[in-house]
């Protein structure tokens, strides 16, 4: 998936150390996160929180037209400008 350019791993470093990780998927012109995480020694930096900010601001500048945070009700998400989204079946 890498090699077709789907697969996106983001790494935010600081003073070289990594300290947080994310997982996404590119594809039709959205990034979808799959997974993060994020070194509990930074949690006082928000390091988990910036990683997701920096790769949203990462897929503006690429112009793509939506960020899905997929599956799941954390706070963060809400806090980042997710939206609830409800399927219903026709």
């Known amino acids: 998936m890498a ?14 150390k990594q300290v947080a990780q994310l997982i996404c998927f590119d594809y039709n012109n959205c990034i979808y996160l799959y997974n993060s995480g994020y070194n509990p020694d930074y949690v006082s930096l928000s390091v988990g929180l910036l990683s997701k900010a920096l790769a949203i601001k990462d897929a503006i500048e690429k ?19 997710g939206k609830k989204f409800r399927f219903t079946a026709a």
Do not use: N, S
């Open 63 to 81: 112009g793509k037209k939506k960020f899905d945070f997929l599956k799941g009700a954390e706070v963060y998400k809400y806090h980042l400008g």
């Open 3 to 16: 090699g077709a350019g789907l697969l996106k791993l983001g790494t935010l470093a600081l003073d070289g």
